[in-house]
């Protein structure tokens, strides 16, 4: 990512609360933050977003917030103050565990995915947030009209499924916190894909409970084989199979889930998402800023409620949709969507991303793939 600009900080400001909140002066803005001490959020990004939109006469109430592994709501006086606001933009890891729960009447609620300022300023925060929710929508539309969707990916994934599982499945379709940058597309149901995920050196958790050990680094690449939303059986070393069984075992029995369960999935739409740092440094900080890069598709699972504890990560997914390779490789192909190809006509920033995408999301596939050196 390049450094921090006025401008390139001015078109993402922007970005966010005009594109993405709809604020205007006189409205009302909470920013709820947790302190850079719990090492997540750089702290500063909120802090001069809090300025900038005073600049612009929006009223501004900042709360501090901890950081807690578990969440069962929002208290008394943190609902107030959502009530109160025109919109609440989230720079804590609280509002993404909170994204799968019902937000309390007429309150508006977006949650911040890039962690600093490298990220807020780079083309993930400036590019135009409306481009994303377009796409994003786009690629909805065509899933869930599709009567085969089917994934495959280098380390060996191929699983495969009707479209009309989203239609009709209980599941929820999406979250209810607005995502900023607005990076993946809603989740697929699982019920209606079978096959086998080909998971890229390790596990980690979904960011909805926090738990140690939250990532389970695995030597090899691990095969898990699901039929209709349900895990069958992890196929690969012997030790990985048994590091991984004992992990989601583990975590299932914490939290009295269902291990077997496989909710959904979805990849990243956003190729101006990037995370230079390695996963094996912080799965925490890798699960909650990479996954809107279209090289990673993952699954939700570990329990039958969204988003699940566990997470699958697929590396370069090629994701043809009746027939059409919508992703090749890890890059999504924009024009392949109906009425992609519009969307970045009316965006070029947009398309300037698609042109340039990050490729640096912090895993090394060259320890599994000689190509990938």
């Known amino acids: 990512m390049s450094a921090p600009t006025d401008l390139s900080f001015d078109l993402a400001v922007t970005n966010l609360l005009t594109h ?143 479209g009309s599982a989203v239609a009709h499945s209980s599941a929820p379709c999406d979250v209810t916190v607005a995502r900023f940058p607005m990076s993946v597309f809603a989740p697929v149901p699982a019920v209606g894909f079978s096959g086998r995920a080909a998971l890229a050196g390790f596990l980690m958790g979904t960011g909805s409970r926090y738990y140690a050990p939250y990532g389970c680094a695995l030597q090899a690449p691990l095969l898990a084989v699901f039929e209709g939303g349900r895990l069958q059986r992890f196929e690969g070393r012997p030790d990985d199979v048994a590091r991984a069984t004992a992990h989601v075992l583990d975590v299932a029995a914490r939290f009295d889930l269902d291990a077997g369960a496989v909710h959904s999935w979805h990849a990243g739409i956003h190729p101006g998402c990037a995370h230079p740092q390695p996963v094996e440094e912080d799965y ?23 988003p699940g504890e566990i997470s699958w990560n697929i590396i370069d997914p090629t994701i043809w949709i009746d027939g059409v390779a919508v992703w090749e490789n890890g890059q999504l192909q924009p024009d392949r969507v109906p009425g992609g190809a519009a969307i970045l006509a009316r965006y070029p920033c947009a398309a300037a991303c698609f042109a340039a995408p990050a490729r640096d999301i912090g895993v090394d596939m060259a320890r599994f793939l000689p190509a990938y050196a």
């Open 20 to 162: 993405c909140a709809a604020l205007r002066a006189g409205d009302r803005l909470l920013i709820v933050a947790e302190s850079a001490e719990f090492g997540y959020y750089d702290g500063i990004t909120a802090q001069r977003v809090a300025d900038a939109a005073r600049a612009r006469g929006i009223e501004v109430a900042s709360v501090m917030v901890p950081f807690q592994e578990m969440v069962r709501g929002i208290n008394d006086a943190e609902v107030a103050m959502m009530e109160a606001a025109t919109c609440t933009i989230f720079f804590a890891r609280l509002g993404d565990q909170m994204r799968f729960r019902a937000l309390p009447r007429g309150v508006r609620a977006v949650v911040c995915y890039a962690l600093d300022m490298a990220a807020f300023c780079s083309t993930y925060g400036t590019a135009h947030y409306a481009a994303f929710v377009a796409l994003k929508r786009a690629v909805d539309a065509m899933v869930s009209g599709a009567r085969e969707v089917r994934v495959t990916c280098p380390l060996g994934t191929d699983f495969r499924g009707n």
């Open 284 to 306: 925490l900080r890798w699960g909650g800023a990479a996954f809107g890069n279209p090289r990673i598709l993952h699954f939700h699972t570990c329990g039958v409620e969204a």
